[in-house]
């Protein structure tokens, strides 16, 4: 959600109406039950001015278009408007749809926001329409002669495409010993009735079980968490959500040692998935099961073994929930290949496992968190560049090519990326980060693989019911139906002093075509403010020194590529000032680099000997890795390095190079004795 331009003292927030509107049937709109609820919240606000959400469920049948009404009392405007095109006539407001956000399903919500500026009061809008059609929170259904709803699907294939989008509900019920373990909160059925609004079709509920049964030969599971578990379900299928269930963190507390314990960790499994299979019988065909979450052996001679292994537990797995009878006996149950990993021998070893089974009802899963050095920021990593993208569509076509194209439905079970955190930011860069997302989501729809986002809490705020970053939301949303146009970055660096030169960026058009440049919502001038050349935008210098103003550290002012579909992309326009060090001593266990970052942002470390060679932990390669060996603290003004650094690093001295994102560098020598470090710029 942009923010203003000033930081203000908020004197309102959380102020909000739901304005549940009842749909009116209206002839000749293609015979079409309507319906809304809108919920308007004035996020926060100060003198003159403030900040509004709006969230639009269609309560009605499904709209491939939309558009907003309502009309402000006390005089308010709007000033600058996302994820909708806002207009006004006097006191009467029309947002309209973007390209992107126009499809609204059936119970689906589409959220916008904007500024707006006020005088003398700011009352919440008494009453909206959508399209047309007053919105008080019911609906009026379709008359009887209205084509019934399609059946649930019940072939495997179409199961699986049911089922896409989905979302993880991690580390939560996964949570060890409890849901609320990790730092999330329990689990509620607005969770779950959210995540349905947010065009989410499925969840996968990750499930360990080690602390929730008794002792053996039984291992009774806990009445109270079975029912739980159950309640959890029962919600999301509730919220017409296709539901996934599994053993999760089982698979490396005991399952990983059936290599040296087989009768033990056969028999503990045999109780479990015989528990779990008669608990959910009579569940309808939007449960499915999964047998284990990433299964990993110890002391084994290696994959062939690994593969047998995993290869007697899923038919394992397979049999006791069929042999349970009721909507078991034809359930989607969903195996993993080894490690969840997709190497060509992984997807081969399981292919040869759906043979030997010859049930009809099975689906494969994988995980993806892309590149790994990319993934966590290491190695030079920082970009999502051909390499990465190599990586991503290679792992795909794979899974595509062994099972999709053989009729083995695919569900990619968790994904994202590993280090991407709201509790340690930077790692990844965010525009880098958005075309991972994009990407993902366009490799994934065209090859027909069914997408469950890896979510621990850093996307969702479980709390607040609210998306982290919007901006990511809505990039991912876009990608289950169209591509959203890139750049090579989302930021331009000016300096803070001297003359402002022109700027370029390559447009990544992803098929698409560039439209128009804006900010503050007004079109920036073609050939004035911009040009365009084939798929290069330069930014002229009057123009980057008007947005720019009065040039302070940091972000200036942002604008939006828009193209001709899929979300816009910002671009910060930013300054800075030169980042410099200074002189400092401290030990292995706590060493912190004074250092002014004058508006910019760390992008990687350089580690290296006096006699070049690499340095420190990960000594395949002189880059570290972000946050775990090195760490910015921008509110310190100092740069941390870690003690799992220094566990690597011999006495002598070490030549630090730390690369930023406006393309600066800044050199720092180190030297350690024993446990001392000392260090100055270099």
């Known amino acids: ?43 926060s606000q100060w003198p003159g001015g403030f900040t509004a959400d709006v969230t639009v469920t269609n309560l009605g049948d499904a709209l491939t278009g939309w558009n907003l009404k309502w009309k402000f009392a006390d005089g308010q ?60 929170g019911g609906v009026v259904p379709s008359p009887s002669t209205s084509t019934p709803p399609p059946a ?53 509920l990750p499930i360990t079980w080690s602390n929730h049964h008794g002792a053996a030969p039984e291992y009774t599971i806990d009445a109270a968490w079975l029912n739980r578990v159950r309640e959890i379900v029962d919600w999301a299928l509730a919220e017409d959500l296709y539901v996934l269930i599994n053993l999760h963190h089982d698979s490396w507390q005991w399952i990983n040692t059936y290599p040296s314990d087989q009768a033990g960790v056969t028999a503990r499994y045999t109780k479990l998935w015989t528990q779990i299979s008669a608990a959910f019988r009579d569940h309808p065909a939007g449960l499915t099961f999964e047998s284990i979450n990433e299964p990993q052996f110890a002391g084994t001679s290696g994959d062939e073994q690994n593969y047998q292994v995993l290869r007697e537990l899923n038919a394992r797995f397979v049999e006791i929930v069929r042999a349970s009878g009721g909507g078991n006996a034809d359930r989607l149950l969903v195996l993993p290949t080894l490690y969840t990993n997709a190497d060509q021998g992984r997807l081969d070893a399981l292919t040869a496992e759906f043979d030997a089974l010859d049930d ?51 569900i990619v079970g968790e994904w994202a990326l590993l280090n991407w955190d709201h509790n340690r930011p930077g790692i990844i860069e965010r525009g880098e980060f958005l075309k991972f997302l994009e990407a993902v989501g366009h490799h994934a729809r ?21 998306w982290r970053d919007q901006g990511v939301h809505d990039i991912i949303r876009a990608s289950w139906t169209t591509r959203s146009g890139t750049a090579s970055s989302d930021q331009i660096y000016l300096p803070r ?53 009065n040039r302070t550290q940091g972000v200036n002012a942002s604008i939006e590529a828009r193209f001709s579909a899929g979300v816009p992309w910002k671009i910060d326009i930013m300054s800075y000032d030169q980042p410099a060090q200074t002189s400092a001593s401290g030990t292995t266990a706590s060493f912190a680099i004074p250092t002014r970052f004058g508006g910019d942002q760390l992008a990687t470390m350089e580690a290296r000997y006096a006699d ?66 000392t260090g100055s710029p270099s």
């Not at 203000?8 to 309507?34: D, E, K």
């Not at 794979?398 to 194209?405: A, E, G, I, L, S």
Request: charged share 15%; net charge neutral.
């Open 1 to 43: 959600m942009p923010a203003p331009q000033t930081r203000r003292t908020t004197l309102h927030t959380a102020l909000a109406a739901v304005l549940l509107l009842a749909g009116i049937f209206v002839a000749g709109a293609a015979q079409a039950a309507a319906g809304c609820r809108v919920v308007y919240k004035v996020a």
């Open 446 to 466: 065209t090859r027909g693989l069914t997408t469950m986002l890896w979510d621990a809490g850093q996307f969702l705020d479980r709390n607040q019911l609210r």
């Open 152 to 204: 649930e699907p019940a072939d495997p294939m179409e199961i699986v495409a049911a089922m896409q989008p989905g979302w993880n509900l991690g580390n939560t019920l996964d949570a060890i010993p409890g849901e609320t373990s990790w730092g999330n909160p329990l689990t509620t059925r607005d969770l779950l009735r959210h995540v349905k609004s947010q065009g989410y079709n499925s969840v996968r």
């Open 77 to 136: 405007r709007v000033n600058q408007a996302w994820n909708a095109t806002v207009t006004a006539v006097g006191d009467q407001v029309t947002a309209v749809n973007a390209s992107w956000n126009a499809a609204i399903p059936g119970n689906g919500s589409v959220a916008f926001g904007f500024n707006g500026s006020w005088t003398g009061n700011n009352a919440i809008p008494g009453a909206f329409t959508l399209n047309d059609v007053a919105c008080t």
């Open 360 to 410: 009809p009802n099975l689906a494969a899963t994988v995980h993806f968190y892309g590149y790994w050095p990319f993934s966590v920021n290491i190695a030079g990593g920082i970009r999502y560049d051909t390499v990465v993208e190599q990586d991503l569509t290679g792992t795909f076509d794979r899974v595509k090519t062994t099972f999709t194209d053989r009729g083995i439905p695919v």
């Open 497 to 549: 002093t001297g003359a402002i030169t022109a700027r370029t960026l390559t447009l990544n058009l992803n098929g698409l075509t560039f439209q128009s440049l804006r900010h503050n919502g007004a079109d920036l001038l073609r050939g004035t403010d911009y040009t365009v050349s084939g798929g290069t935008l330069t930014l002229t210098a009057a123009a980057l020194t008007r947005l720019a103003g």
């Open 612 to 677: 070049g060679t690499n340095a420190g932990p990960a000594d395949w390669t002189p880059y570290k890795e972000f946050w775990t060996h090195f760490q910015p603290d921008y509110t310190q003004n100092s740069l941390l390095l870690k003690p799992e650094f220094f566990a690597e690093v011999k006495d002598g001295t070490v030549d630090l190079t730390f690369h930023f994102w406006s393309g600066a560098r800044t050199s720092y020598r180190i030297s350690r004795s024993g446990t001392t470090v």
